[in-house]
């Protein structure tokens, strides 16, 4: 996808203040189909807060957001969900005690028959997961009636990205989802992400892995304490560049220097 294709979402020096708390201070992203864009960033960077901004969980206190060019105002989830924006958070939003069937159109469920005897219809429902899944690459999922606790956590990301592209996901913003895995099990989750980049889905992919950000990414915004630190391509800074930004560069540097003055000051008071 070219870079000079017209962004699908804009936001424009959004700023989200709780009380007298500015989670987010002026940030502006463009996010393009078939395009990852890795939001990066510490604990406490502000990467939830903007999740819930793109997601319709909270509205801008100031700032604008456009969707497909026109300027739009969630007012709840819904509105950004029927916009096709879907979110899976890090284990998956799914429900353990659940058929993997059934989680997989909860709120949504197909059904048959008509009147008072229209049911859930769990044939279809299991058939479709089961497909799905393996599309995906878990061929071990075989039979949709199995519980959701019976997966894996690499697995339960899958099931959750997977439904979101059954349904016609425009935007997939995913919430740290590879976390909580091991390195298999995530780098199968990434191979999903650049499955669903090639269908033209427009991806946000909320981390604080380098490492995964630079594998998949195609363009990287690193927040530091709500604002817009550094924004750039592929290719454009090194692994070390932003990892030394996260850290927050200049803070560390003036730690190894203190660090340092102060090995020095016991040296001299042990000779």
Same mark, same amino acid.
């Given at each position: 996808?070219?870079?000079? $294709?017209?962004?699908?979402?804009?936001?424009?020096?959004?700023?989200?203040?709780?009380?007298?708390?500015?989670?987010?201070?002026?940030?502006s992203? %463009?996010?393009?189909?078939?395009?990852?864009?890795?939001?990066?960033?510490d604990?406490?960077?502000?990467?939830?807060?903007?999740?819930?901004?793109?997601?319709?969980?909270?509205?801008?206190?100031?700032?604008?957001?456009?969707?497909?060019?026109?300027?739009?105002?969630?007012? $709840?989830?819904?509105?950004?969900?029927?916009?096709?924006?879907?979110?899976?958070?890090?284990?998956?939003?799914?429900?353990?005690?659940? $058929?993997?069937?059934?989680?997989?159109?909860?709120?949504?469920?197909?059904?048959?028959?008509?009147?008072?005897?229209?049911?859930?219809?769990?044939?279809?429902?299991?058939g479709?997961?089961?497909?799905?899944?393996?599309?995906?690459?878990?061929?071990r999922?075989?039979?949709?009636?199995?519980?959701v606790? $019976?997966?894996?956590?690499?697995?339960?990301?899958?099931?959750?990205?997977?439904?979101?592209?059954?349904?016609?996901?425009?935007?997939?913003?995913?919430? *740290?989802?590879?976390?909580?895995?091991?390195?298999? *099990?995530?780098?199968?989750?990434?191979?999903?992400?650049?499955?669903?980049?090639?269908?033209?889905?427009?991806?946000?992919?909320?981390?604080h892995?380098?490492s995964?950000?630079?594998?998949?990414?195609?363009?990287?915004?690193?927040?530091?304490?709500?604002?817009? !630190?550094?924004?750039?391509?592929?290719?454009?800074?090194?692994?070390?560049?932003?990892? %030394?930004?996260? !850290?927050?560069?200049?803070?560390?540097?003036e730690?190894?220097? *203190?660090?340092?003055?102060?090995?020095?000051?016991?040296?001299?008071?042990?000779?």
């Amino acid at each position: 996808m070219s870079a000079k $294709s017209h962004p699908l979402m804009s936001l424009k020096n959004v700023s989200k203040i709780f009380g007298s708390y500015a989670a987010l201070k002026n940030v502006s992203l %463009d996010i393009h189909p078939g395009q990852v864009l890795c939001l990066l960033g510490d604990n406490g960077a502000g990467k939830s807060t903007l999740i819930k901004v793109l997601s319709g969980f909270h509205s801008p206190t100031s700032g604008e957001i456009e969707f497909d060019g026109d300027k739009v105002s969630f007012e $709840s989830p819904r509105d950004a969900s029927d916009r096709g924006i879907s979110t899976v958070h890090q284990f998956g939003g799914t429900f353990p005690l659940m $058929s993997l069937g059934r989680s997989f159109f909860v709120g949504l469920e197909p059904t048959k028959g008509w009147g008072p005897f229209k049911r859930f219809d769990r044939k279809f429902a299991n058939g479709v997961v089961v497909e799905q899944m393996q599309q995906m690459g878990i061929t071990r999922v075989t039979d949709g009636d199995r519980l959701v606790g $019976s997966l894996s956590g690499g697995e339960r990301q899958v099931s959750a990205i997977a439904r979101a592209v059954f349904f016609g996901a425009k935007i997939l913003i995913l919430d *740290e989802p590879t976390a909580a895995l091991g390195v298999k *099990e995530a780098a199968h989750v990434l191979r999903i992400i650049m499955q669903a980049k090639h269908r033209g889905i427009a991806v946000v992919l909320v981390t604080h892995n380098v490492s995964h950000a630079l594998t998949v990414g195609d363009h990287f915004a690193v927040l530091i304490h709500g604002e817009k !630190a550094d924004d750039f391509a592929k290719g454009e800074r090194t692994r070390e560049q932003i990892t %030394d930004l996260m !850290a927050g560069g200049e803070a560390m540097a003036e730690l190894e220097a *203190e660090l340092a003055s102060l090995t020095g000051n016991i040296k001299q008071v042990l000779d």
